[in-house]
């Protein structure tokens, strides 16, 4: 989401850990078949980690397959072997090992939920439910089983058991950042579409615009985000999109979508979950676009890198955010991003903010310094596309590839920062950053608050 605080949608990528195996787990007490630990923990670590998930998942499961032959008996093996082929696209031979690693643990409360997603997968959504539900039996866990019922509920176009999900999580988990932010999406969704039983509906290449508004808004946000998205594709040639359509929910007005009561300052969100964007239709389409164009950043990166360092998603987000589309070209216009740009040049002529080889390795960049790290973020990826025609463009680059990779963003961090002088690295991005103007007459802000 656009921010100046933080951004909700990432808290959804970021589930805790489970807080202590209750029932047996696959996450808990086996630490790896002995002989095979470092390999066992490095292929479910791949699962998990930023990267392109199919690639990587491929590559555990050839591992695991391998471990799994050695050490048949171990439901834990055959329960990640699951995840990985489910991931690789193979949903036959993971329900097989789910089922597997049942037999061998009846009490995993994992595997029960895996199968739920698999039979999602496979289109089965009633028969899903109830391995949620079993899963939720044994084990309440972190609130997921809720979350994963709320979606499939909704995939069914139930919202109103999609909001007992919901609230039933709740209840177990009231401090459960993904349930709060679904909750309030649901509500603020349920009572601005109450009364628009057939909501206008928009299938572009990419995308699948559903509104309360009028079949010419539900069109013409689709028409600008199929713009901006072959600008992510040419801007990003790594990332291949997968054939699926991202879901966006737009609002008839920015009063509904804020009565959907989530922080203040938030204008857009993506939820990744439900691989969908809420946005609000806003009369002054300049506005609009600024958060839509931010907004489907998230959603594009997420075909691609789940769990991408913060300072790279929100610093791309906002690098687009900022582009307006010139009708006469037939082209976007690359601008400065003017609502980050004082911010990052007063922290850089005050000489604070955190060190760039610190800022670029760190995972999470929320917290009590957002509204800077947001600033900084934006500027580097400013820089590195456009200093001297793209001087650093190929060490983004180079950097974004090792991430694609599954490398860890340390390694990622030598395949390309290790490599630059970080010293002069620094003296160009400040002075390039203190040179820059904001373009002429884009001053707004829509939704945020300084
Ligand atoms: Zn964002």
């Not at 090992?97 to 496979?122: F, K, N, T, V």
């Not at 987000?317 to 040049?345: C, E, I, M, P």
């Amino acid at each position: 989401m656009i921010p100046v605080l933080r951004c909700l949608f990432l808290c959804l990528l970021a589930l805790p850990a489970p807080a202590q195996a209750k029932p047996w787990s696959a996450q808990g007490p086996l630490h790896g078949p002995p002989g095979e630990a470092e390999r066992y923990a490095a292929a479910k670590e791949r699962l998990q980690g930023p990267g392109e998930r199919r690639a990587l998942a491929e590559k555990s499961v050839a591992e695991l397959k391998v471990i799994a032959r050695k050490y048949p008996a171990e439901a834990a093996v055959h329960h990640w072997l699951g995840v990985a082929l489910r991931i690789a696209g193979k949903l036959d031979e993971a329900r097989h090992e789910q089922d597997e690693a049942l037999r061998l643990q009846p009490g995993c409360y994992e595997a029960h939920m895996e199968l739920g997603r698999i039979l999602r997968l496979e289109g089965s959504d009633e028969e899903a439910i109830p391995s949620f539900r079993t899963s939720l039996e044994i084990c309440e866990d972190t609130g997921r089983g809720h979350i994963e019922i709320a979606i499939t509920e909704l995939r069914r176009g139930k919202y109103a058991e999609a909001s007992s999900a919901v609230a039933e999580g709740l209840s177990a988990h009231p401090d459960n950042p993904n349930l709060n932010v679904l909750g309030s999406l649901l509500y603020g969704t349920r009572q601005a579409f109450a009364a628009c039983p057939e909501p206008a509906v928009a299938d572009t290449e990419h995308f699948h615009v559903a509104s309360n508004t009028t079949k010419f808004q539900a069109d013409r946000m689709g028409l600008q985000l199929e713009r901006i998205h072959k600008l992510y594709e040419e801007a990003l040639p790594d990332v291949k999109t997968d054939g699926r359509r991202i879901g966006v929910v737009l609002f008839d007005s920015a009063e509904q979508f804020k009565a959907c009561g989530l922080p203040e300052g938030v204008a857009g969100v993506y939820l990744p979950d439900l691989q969908t964007l809420f946005l609000a239709w806003n009369p002054v389409e300049h506005d609009m676009l600024i958060v839509a164009y931010h907004e489907a950043f998230h959603a594009f990166l997420d075909y691609a890198l789940q769990g991408a360092p913060h300072w790279l998603n929100e610093g791309l987000a906002d690098y687009f955010g900022a582009f307006k589309w010139d009708d006469k070209s037939g082209q976007f216009l690359h601008r400065v991003n003017w609502w980050r740009l004082d911010t990052v040049q007063e922290m850089v002529r005050a000489n604070v903010g955190t060190p760039l080889p610190q800022f670029l390795v760190a995972q999470s960049m929320y917290g009590k310094n957002a509204g800077l790290n947001y600033a900084q973020a934006w500027s580097l990826v400013w820089f590195m596309k456009k200093y001297k025609a793209g001087k650093y463009s190929m060490t983004l680059r180079f950097y974004f590839q090792a991430l694609m990779r599954g490398e860890t963003l340390a390694q990622a961090w030598e395949k390309s920062f290790g490599k630059l002088d970080m010293a002069e690295f620094t003296e160009e991005w400040k002075k390039f950053t203190l040179e820059a103007q904001k373009p002429i007459g884009a001053a707004s802000v829509p939704g945020l608050h300084k």
